[in-house]
C-alpha cells in the first residue's frame, strides 16, 4: 500500500466524522434531512477547519442514493464517485488561482445544464480571491440559482467578499477547533492507525497545528518521518524570559543558540509574537482553549512577569518585524534589532515604548510604598529606575 498522509486519510467522509464544528454540521445535516437545502452558502474560517471537507459532504449527502438521517450512505454509486473526483456532480473552483472573470462564467455556464444527479455542488474556494468582474458574475447567478444547484463559497476573509454576495448567502462560520478536542482527536486517530504516540508529541502536534485539523494532521505526519519531534522554535522560553526581564544580552544569547541549532528566526519570530499575543488575550480574561495544558501554563507565567503595555508593544513591534524579515537579506539581524527595543526600551523613543517606561516607573513607586502617581507622569525625575 502507498503511503498516504494522515491529513488525507483521516479527512472526514460524513458529517459525524468533523470535529470541533459542532454547530455548523448540525445544521446542514438537518437541512439535508429535511430537504431544505439553500441554494448558496458561505463557509468562512481559518483555513483547515473544515470548509471545503463540509461542502464535500453536502455534496455527497444531496446526491446519495440511500441517505441516513442526512448523513452520505459513502456505498452507493453517487458517493463512490464523488469521492473518487470523478463525478459529475462536483465542481470545484480555486478562486486563488483561477480568479478571473473566464473561469466564473464557464462554471455558470455549466451550472446552468442539466444534471444526472439531484443536485449539482459548486465549490468556490477562496471566494474573496475573485477579481471584481468575476465577482459581478457570480452574483448575476446568485441572484437567479438554477433549480438544481447548490454554491458553496468558502472564504479565510469573509469581509472581503461582496456584501451583496454574503448577502444571498446562508454563513455559517467555522471556528479553530479547540486543544482538548483537537488532542483527543490525535490520540484517536494514532489509535486507528496502530501508532504509538505518548503526551509529548500530541501536545506538540496540537501547539504546532494551531486549531487546524489539517495542520495538526500533517505536524504528526512530520513526527512520524522524522522519528521524534524536531522543534524548529526550540529556544522561544529562553527568549521570552529575557525580554520580560529586560535583558537585551540574554535575547540576543537565546537567539544565537537557537540558529546555532538550526532553527528559522523567521519561525522563532512568528512563535515569539503568538506567545505575546496569548498572554495579551489571557490578560483580558479571553479562554486560551486553543492550546495545550503546558503552554497555558508558560503563559500564565508570562502574564505575571509582563506589563500589559510591554505586551502591546511586544506585539506591535514583532508584527513590523516579522514582515522586515520577510524583505530582509539577513532576516537574524532584523529580529535582533527588534529584540534589543524591546528589551531595553531606553533605546525606543516611540510612544508605546514611553507608556511601557511609565507603566514600569509606577510599579516601581508603587512596591517602594511611595504614593501612586497621578497627573502628568511623564517626566520622571532623573533618579528613577526606567
Ligand atoms: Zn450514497
Redesign the pocket.
Given at each position: 500500500m502507498t503511503w498516504q498522509s494522515l491529513y488525507r486519510r483521516y479527512r472526514p467522509r460524513r458529517f459525524v466524522d468533523v470535529r470541533g464544528q459542532d454547530h455548523v454540521v448540525t445544521a446542514l445535516r438537518n437541512a439535508v434531512r429535511d430537504a431544505r437545502v439553500s441554494h448558496a452558502y458561505l463557509f468562512s474560517g481559518p483555513r483547515g477547519t473544515g470548509k471545503t471537507t463540509c461542502a464535500r459532504i453536502v455534496a455527497?449527502?444531496l446526491?446519495?442514493?440511500?441517505?441516513v438521517d442526512g448523513e452520505?450512505?459513502?456505498?452507493?454509486?453517487?458517493?463512490?464517485a464523488i469521492e473518487a473526483g470523478a463525478s459529475y456532480d462536483l465542481h470545484e473552483l480555486d478562486a486563488a488561482s483561477n480568479n478571473g472573470v473566464d473561469a466564473v462564467r464557464d462554471l455558470i455556464t455549466r451550472a446552468a445544464m442539466g444534471t444526472p444527479g439531484r443536485a449539482k455542488v459548486y465549490i468556490l474556494d477562496e471566494v474573496h480571491m475573485l477579481s471584481t468582474p468575476a465577482s459581478n458574475a457570480l452574483l448575476k447567478t446568485l441572484e437567479e440559482p438554477p433549480e438544481h444547484v447548490v454554491f458553496v463559497l468558502a472564504t479565510t476573509d469573509p469581509q472581503k467578499v461582496l456584501s451583496t454576495i454574503r448577502s444571498r448567502t446562508q454563513h455559517y462560520e467555522f471556528d479553530l477547533i479547540g486543544a482538548d478536542v483537537m488532542a483527543a482527536h490525535v490520540r484517536w486517530v494514532a489509535a486507528d492507525a496502530g501508532l504509538e504516540i505518548d503526551g509529548t508529541v500530541v501536545d506538540h502536534v496540537v501547539r504546532v497545528g494551531g486549531g487546524s485539523a489539517r495542520d495538526t494532521l500533517s505536524a504528526l505526519d512530520q513526527v512520524l518521518a522524522a522519528g521524534g519531534i524536531i522543534d524548529r522554535a526550540g529556544g522561544l522560553d529562553d527568549l521570552v524570559a529575557a525580554l520580560v526581564g529586560r535583558d537585551p544580552g540574554a535575547a540576543l544569547g537565546a537567539v544565537h543558540e537557537a540558529v546555532r541549532s538550526g532553527r528559522d528566526p523567521r519561525v522563532l519570530a512568528e512563535r515569539l509574537v503568538a506567545r505575546m499575543r496569548d498572554a495579551f488575550l489571557a490578560s483580558v480574561g479571553v479562554p486560551l482553549d486553543h492550546l495545550p495544558d503546558a503552554d497555558r501554563a508558560r503563559v500564565a507565567h508570562l502574564v505575571d512577569g509582563a506589563e500589559r503595555p510591554f505586551l502591546t508593544r511586544a506585539i506591535e513591534v514583532l508584527g513590523a518585524t516579522l514582515v522586515d524579515m520577510r524583505q530582509a537579506a539577513d532576516a537574524r539581524i532584523t529580529l535582533e534589532a527588534a529584540l534589543v527595543r524591546l528589551a531595553d526600551p531606553t533605546a525606543d523613543t516611540s510612544t508605546s515604548a514611553l507608556l511601557d517606561r511609565i507603566e514600569r516607573l509606577e510599579r516601581a513607586l508603587a512596591a517602594g510604598g511611595g504614593a501612586p502617581p497621578s497627573g502628568d507622569t511623564t517626566t520622571p525625575g532623573p533618579t528613577a529606575a526606567v
Open positions: 455527497k449527502a446526491n446519495c442514493e440511500r441517505p452520505p450512505c459513502l456505498e452507493c454509486d453517487s458517493c463512490v
